[in-house]
């Protein structure tokens, strides 16, 4: 790919103005960490490592729309275990630099499997993701079994069951540069976590609306590829690989309880 100094922001000034912000919640990351730009085929991956250097390897992929950031929640307690490697995905927003288009699975598992060659990982990783980051987790687990110890699947955008309508009405409408449309998909997604007011929930809230609406509006504008429902047999191969799957009771993307009756039926080994 020919690309611009400014790759992949829309300019330089929106670089500027997105990774002042981007440091600027990176400081206050709770957990003594290292950061990493590691080189593949690819591009370029940003990364965040924390926990103890002989620590199992834990890699860690965000949502859509999100960054490595995104588990300041969680890293005090998984770095107390695991040599943590929270990534930028490299067709999202963070610091992570794409050079060649990514259309399909295969490319985003090859993107991933390139990481693991870089960081020396072979056979002992655990792989956990969040919405996006957990579909691409399946999806790697389904052609690189032998490469993971275990991985976790939270809420993963299809793999299980079909995408309500809704799904793709608020997704779309999110990519208008506006905030208004940013909060209607949040307040879809969201809904719990909408209403409450304490201050914890309210920061939160604000937090993952002002990154993911920064990002649309530095970032050349990319169509991700589309998450697909694992048939039956691949739920079931699934089970190759230690697999847990999360998902909370007021999930909207599909009804929890029939996502797991699903798993049970289709891929008892899977928790």
């Not at 790759?7 to 500027?16: M, N, Q, T, V, W």
């Not at 995905?89 to 060659?117: A, C, H, M, Q």
């Not at 079909?162 to 799904?167: H, S």
Request: charged share 25%; hydrophobic share 40%; aromatic share 10%.
């Amino acid at each position: 790919m020919k690309t611009p100094p400014h790759h992949p922001f829309r300019s330089a000034r929106k670089r500027d103005r997105y990774l002042r912000r981007y440091d600027e919640r990176a400081s206050t990351w709770p957990a003594e960490s290292e950061t990493r730009m590691v080189e593949t085929p690819s591009g370029e991956t940003f990364m965040r490592i924390s926990g103890p250097v002989e620590g199992p390897p834990l890699v860690l992929l965000p949502s859509a729309s999100a960054t490595s950031l995104f588990w300041r929640p969680n890293i005090e307690a998984l770095s107390r275990t695991f040599r943590v490697h929270a990534l930028d995905n490299i067709y999202d927003f963070g610091r992570s630099v794409f050079r060649r288009p990514f259309k399909t699975p295969d490319d985003l598992t090859s993107w991933l499997d390139e990481v693991f060659d870089a960081l020396g990982l072979h056979g002992d990783v655990s792989l956990m993701g969040l919405s996006y980051g957990a579909w691409i987790t399946g999806q790697y687990a389904l052609r690189f079994p032998e490469r993971l110890r275990a991985a976790v699947m939270i809420a993963p955008p299809a793999t299980i069951m079909q995408l309500p309508g809704a799904w793709a009405w608020y997704g779309l409408s999110a990519l208008i540069p506006h905030i208004h449309f940013m909060r209607n998909m949040m307040r879809w997604m969201f809904p719990v976590l909408t209403r409450r007011t304490d201050p914890e929930s309210v920061q939160l809230r604000e937090a993952l609306l002002d990154d993911a609406y920064l990002g649309l509006r530095c970032f050349k504008l990319k169509m991700p590829v589309s998450p697909t429902v694992l048939t039956d047999d691949e739920l079931a191969r699934l089970s190759a690989v230690p697999t847990l799957f999360l998902v909370g009771e007021h999930e909207v993307i599909y009804p929890a309880d029939k996502a797991v009756e699903r798993l049970a039926g289709a891929a008892p080994g899977i928790r």
